[in-house]
């Protein structure tokens, strides 16, 4: 996020993205946003000049890192506001890893938990990795939330997470990342 470049390359990855998904109906997509960028209002702006041109923004899911310290979440809220007004949807991304506060997944209004991969990695293995995993999917239902499994790499984690309840699964044992944009 230091560079010089960041915004820039922010901006090519939500044009390569939007234009690729724009006559893919049937694809949800994703894209990482850092506080910085839903701070920063020419990035701000040209997001919100992507969700009115391109069809696609009730199937765009804009992903913020729960490690990321936000310290101001009254301007985060704002920009939630905004996109959600187009109809995309927000995930919090790694949640599980840092301080998992979850008065503030309450505060922001996200749509989706995305559980962390330190987590999911350990799920057959940890009771804690479980229980805490457990916990996240009950408080997530409980406020009408949708969860993802990050770094699912193998049937018995798949098993255990679906028995968890967890709702969308993500990782190798579904499929490999695919390089199409670059």
Do not use: C
């Not at 049937?26 to 506080?35: G, M």
């Not at 840092?98 to 995305?114: C, I, T």
């Not at 193998?154 to 490999?176: H, N, T």
Request: glycine share 4%.
């Amino acid at each position: 996020e230091k560079s010089k470049l960041y915004h820039h390359i922010t901006y090519v990855m939500l044009e390569k993205s939007f234009a690729f998904f724009a006559d893919k109906e049937q694809y949800e997509f994703s894209v990482n946003l850092s506080i910085d960028d839903m701070l920063n209002e020419k990035t701000v702006h040209f997001i919100l000049e992507k969700l009115s041109t391109y069809n696609a923004p009730h199937r765009v899911v804009f992903e913020i890192l729960e490690n990321n310290k936000i310290e101001n979440y009254q301007e985060i809220k704002k920009f939630i506001q905004k996109v959600k007004a187009y109809g995309a949807k927000i995930a919090i991304d790694d949640f599980g890893s840092g301080y998992s506060n979850f008065s503030h997944v309450l505060e922001l209004n996200v749509d989706y938990l995305k559980i962390d991969a330190s987590l999911v990695k350990n799920i057959t293995q940890d009771e804690n990795a479980k229980k805490v995993t457990q916990t996240i999917v009950n408080f997530a239902k409980n406020i009408g939330l949708q969860t993802i499994a990050e770094y699912v790499e193998d049937e018995a984690s798949l098993k255990e997470l679906s028995s968890l309840g967890v709702d969308f699964i993500q990782g190798y044992y579904i499929g490999k990342p695919a390089p199409k944009l670059l």
